[in-house]
Each structure stands twice: as C-alpha cells, then as structure tokens.
C-alpha cells in the first residue's frame, strides 16, 4: 500500500468532477452551476466550501497532517443518503506552520479513528465511500478545511502537496 505525500489524503490525488461545473465544480469557490443560486453576487453560480477528491469507495484515507480527532460521525451505511448532509465523517484539528486549522473529511462509508485519538501523517483514518449527499451522486469524498475556530472555510488545495494545473490536473508530485 503507497502512503501519501504529507497534505495529500489519498496517494494520486484528483480533482473529481461535478456535473455540468465538470471538474472546477470540485473545486473552492464559486465553481458550482446552479440557476436557482448566487455565489459573491453572481447568479447562477453555487458555492462549493470544500474539495471533491475523486477515488474509487472503499479505498483507504489518510491523515494529511498530525493532529487530534475533535468529531467523529459514523452512523451511516455505506450509500445511505440523507439530503444536505455529509455522511460519515472525521474532523481533525491540526498545526500547520504554527497555526490550528480543522479539517474535515466527509461522506465516508467507515471511520477508523475515535474522538481524543491523536493521528499522524499518513495514518489510515477510515475508508471512503458515498454517505450523506453523495451517495445520490457517487462516490465523492469532500475535505473542507477551516480556521481555528470554525469561522471562515478555506481552500484545501492550499494545504495539499499535490498541486494542479488551469483545467485542475494533477502535477506530479515526488516526495517519497
């Protein structure tokens, strides 16, 4: 089993598609289309508060950073779906360069870790999957990432090793 890059959750990052938005859809940002919606006084364009990282269900997540797990939810089946809501999850609190961030690691299909447990890079945390909203979707895992405390979202790919081009490729990547 390939562990990976510290900051990157699982070994080969991608970006996963969304829809009509295609792979920018995944991303941060006013990167959803939706005509009911504005996003920053644009209509037709959604909010997405995270990063949809595309990889087969079932497959291992890693930590990709040390730190605590603060929350924990691990109720649901694998592909049970419930409106608006993000399914099993983990949230882990970590110091990067000497400041706190919460990341979040949504729609698992099962968690691994408990509330209190102290996790290191790239220890295995649970498996990914498609609970919550994502299971009407397929399989997208979503990190979102926050400030200490919880008040504004930031971009994950920020925090990633893998980093991407214009049309959201992954660039290679060697740290191993």
Do not use: W
């Not at 295995?124 to 895992?141: D, E, F, S």
């Amino acid at each position: 089993m390939k562990k990976p890059c510290e900051g990157d959750p699982v070994s080969t990052p991608e970006i996963a598609s969304s829809g009509a938005s295609g792979k920018r859809g995944g991303t941060f940002g006013c990167t959803r289309v939706d005509s009911r919606k504005s996003c920053e006084g644009r209509a037709g364009e959604k909010k997405h508060d995270g990063l949809d990282v595309k990889v087969e269900p079932n497959s291992y997540l890693f930590s990709m950073y040390t730190g605590t797990v603060t929350n924990i939810r691990n109720s649901f089946e694998p592909g049970e779906y419930k409106k608006d809501s993000y399914g099993n999850f983990i949230t882990i609190t970590s110091t990067i360069n000497g400041t706190t961030y919460s990341i979040k690691y949504n729609h698992l299909n099962n968690v691994n870790v408990e509330v209190g447990q102290t996790v290191t890079v790239g220890e295995i945390l649970g498996l990914t999957g498609n609970t919550g909203n994502a299971a009407a979707r397929g399989v997208v895992p979503h990190i979102q990432i926050y400030n200490s405390n919880f008040s504004q979202s930031l971009n994950p790919e920020d925090f990633l090793n893998t980093k991407f081009d214009e049309n959201q490729n992954p660039i290679k990547n060697d740290c191993n």
